[in-house]
Nanobody
Framework: QVQLVESGGGLVQAGGSLRLSCVAS????????MGWFRQAPGKERDVVAV????????YYVDSVKGRFTIAKNNARNTVYLQMNSLKPEDTATYYC????????????????WGQGTQVTVSS
């Protein structure tokens, strides 16, 4: 079992930055691919970024490429999502997720989910 706890959400003006963190506990964190998803009100939960278990491979949805960066620190059991140049359309609840295959995580079927952290971008 893996427990995931997100933090770092908040209210920011358009053009600003936030860094989300997700701390994992339980099974060996380094063995898992990690991902960030988001869900806006009335919309489905969509993948934002995924990182392989080694931390050497990443995937980003087109709408965040060049603005968001996902990183994994196995020594701290933590995955980060650095979000720059934020836009109002980035407003959503952001969820951390873990799975043993990065392709499974990217497809929206991770094994574990966090509880989410709210990000609100004002115009």
């Amino acid at each position: 079992q893996v427990q995931l706890v997100e933090s770092g959400g908040g209210l920011v003006q358009a053009g600003g930055s936030l860094r989300l963190s997700c701390v994992a506990s339980g099974r060996t964190f380094s063995n898992y691919a990690m991902g960030w998803f988001r869900q806006a009100p009335g919309k489905e939960r969509d993948v934002v970024a995924v990182i392989t278990w080694t931390g050497t491979g990443t995937y980003y949805v087109d709408s965040v490429k060049g603005r968001f960066t996902i990183a994994k620190n196995n020594a701290r059991n933590t995955v980060y999502l650095q979000m720059n140049s934020l836009k109002p359309e980035d407003t959503a609840t952001y969820y951390c997720a873990a799975g043993q295959e990065s392709r499974t995580v990217a497809a929206g079927s991770p094994r574990y989910w966090g509880q989410g952290t709210q990000v609100t971008v004002s115009s």
